[in-house]
């Protein structure tokens, strides 16, 4: 399988897991409405959650990148073995 397809996926397991977790805690917020978390905490988690985002991307970005240069090295290497 090749890299982007599994980085689809496990993000989209990510996605899934993460809308299940907000149902489950939205479903025990209704039930006890005194431990949701106040609207300054909850702000505080959304710039979190944010700097979190931008930083994944920039990783995701720096991956690729190096995995690019990778296989043109690997095909550079390739074709030289093949022209010998």
């Known amino acids: 399988m090749e890299a982007p397809l599994r980085k689809q996926r ?13 149902r489950r805690r939205e479903e025990f917020y209704s039930q006890y409405p ?3 978390p106040s609207l300054v905490k ?25 995995r690019l240069k990778r296989i043109s090295t690997l095909q550079s290497i390739i074709k030289y073995i093949e022209s010998r």
């Open 10 to 22: 496990l993000n989209e397991a990510i996605n899934n897991i993460e809308a299940r977790s907000k």
């Open 34 to 36: 005194e431990k949701r």
């Open 42 to 66: 909850q702000q505080a988690d959304a710039l979190r959650d944010q700097a979190d985002d931008i930083e994944s991307k920039e990783l995701d970005a720096e991956l690729e990148k190096r």
